[in-house]
């Protein structure tokens, strides 16, 4: 059995609180260890059911789901997985069946049905509501062998989860050691605690030029603040049925390996828009990329608008025959367009997780005082982007050249 995790993370392996909670900074390896902490526990102790949750089941399989399953391969443990259970299942040294159950909330009386769970994983924890944990909480008292345990990973975003913080901090300053409730214990991480030199040197990179002293305390810092200044008020929505759009293109943002490649298909009425979200991965080469966009059926005459700065991967996407192109970028063009989109009506359609999460994010930076600056964060951004791409070079642009051609000007 190999595992490896940092000094700090080292004795949190044989922390039997009742409440674990992994709270910090962005790329702190907080979920890698969390992970490795439920592979440590099924090879050791064995005969576990570990429900492995985030709020919505989708966002399971690029997420739990992968962190568990590279961390079996890494140990060469023959496995299954059930995808349609969304259930991995495996065998320790002694011969003892563990499963690792992945879910979400979209269904709770799922989640009532399953039984002889012996502990939680909660992923992205301030995605729960107080109701959610407590109701989850209340299910985890069947009697089993060994301990059972709750084990939260999450940033401290007060604005996304503020249950969180009054029930389990003392202050905005979290601290490793005993939580406020009986039970609790509380390990506190930042890049630094990353154990693969690698990531800590990219995510300091970008860590540090944020330029925002909110999302600073929260993704640099690991401490809860208060986010303000959110840009976009999108809804979430079903997809209408039938013909309900008069066009369709997509926006494309790359990505490698910390940042994600995000497509998006955007669906235009007149002056409305549907975004639904197709890829959100990280390690896919163009060559994949392009591979899963012809997946998602994506035909050689629908129009793509990618980002202008990567005008090598744009041609070797389009050497696969899709119909790609770069946006339009300039001085101010991301003010303009985040003006712009901001004048339309704009929808999320369910089950686009990453585009719902970034929303809820995306915000401005503020200076000193705490104004807000016509700036975004440079953070929580890959769909962000991509739907910017999409529907201002897509919908702006050609009327800008109309007026610049008729000598008029486009309001």
């Known amino acids: ?78 496995h299954t997985y059930n995808k349609v259970d969304r259930v991995i299942t495996f065998y320790n040294p002694q011969g003892q069946k563990n499963e690792l159950l992945f879910d979400g909330l979209d269904d709770p009386d799922k989640i009532k049905s399953i039984k002889g769970i012996t502990s939680y994983w909660l992923e992205e924890t301030t995605e729960f509501t107080l109701d959610d944990f407590t109701q989850l909480d209340l299910r985890l008292r069947e009697p089993t062998k060994y301990y059972k345990q709750i084990l939260m990973t999450f940033n401290p975003d007060e604005a996304a989860g503020p249950w969180i913080k009054s029930m389990f901090f003392y202050d905005d300053n979290p601290k490793s050691g005993p939580g406020r409730l009986e039970g609790s214990y509380i390990h506190h991480s930042t890049i630094e605690d990353n154990p693969i030199e690698e990531v800590r040197r990219e995510y300091i990179k970008k860590l540090e030029r944020l330029g925002d002293k909110v999302y600073y305390s929260i993704y640099r810092l690991g401490q809860w603040a208060l986010a303000k200044g959110i840009i976009y008020s999108w809804d979430v929505v079903d997809k209408p049925e039938g013909q309900f759009y008069d066009e369709l293109f997509y926006g494309l943002d790359f990505g490698y390996s910390v940042d994600p490649a995000a497509l998006d298909r955007i669906y235009r009425k007149a002056d409305e828009f549907w975004l639904e979200e197709l890829i959100h991965e990280t390690k896919l080469t163009n060559q994949r ?28 996407i389009a050497e696969m025959g899709f119909n790609i192109k770069p946006c339009q970028k300039g001085p101010d063009s991301v003010r303009a367009g985040i003006d712009f989109l901001k004048s339309k009506t704009i929808h999320i359609i369910k089950g686009s997780v990453h585009i719902e999460s970034e929303r809820k994010k995306y915000k401005y930076k503020e200076d000193k005082e705490g104004n807000p600056l016509p700036v975004p964060v440079k953070l929580h951004d890959h769909h962000m982007d991509a739907d910017r791409y999409g529907i201002y070079t897509h919908c702006r642009m050609p009327e800008l050249a109309y007026a610049a051609q008729v000598g008029g000007a486009v309001y």
């Open 1 to 78: 059995m190999k595992i490896t995790v940092s000094d700090s993370f080292y004795p949190l392996l044989e922390n039997k609180s009742q409440y674990l909670l992994l709270c910090g900074g962005a790329g702190s390896g907080k979920s890698e260890f969390a992970g490795r902490k439920v592979f440590y526990r099924c090879m050791k102790e064995g005969n576990h059911r570990i429900l492995i949750m985030r709020k919505v089941r989708s966002r399971c399989r690029e997420s739990v789901i992968a962190v568990m399953t590279d961390i079996l391969d890494q140990n060469e443990i023959k």
């Open 289 to 316: 990329l392009g591979l899963r966009m012809k997946g998602e059926g994506i035909t050689e005459y629908e129009e793509i608008y990618a980002d202008s700065a990567e005008p090598k991967s744009i041609d070797e």
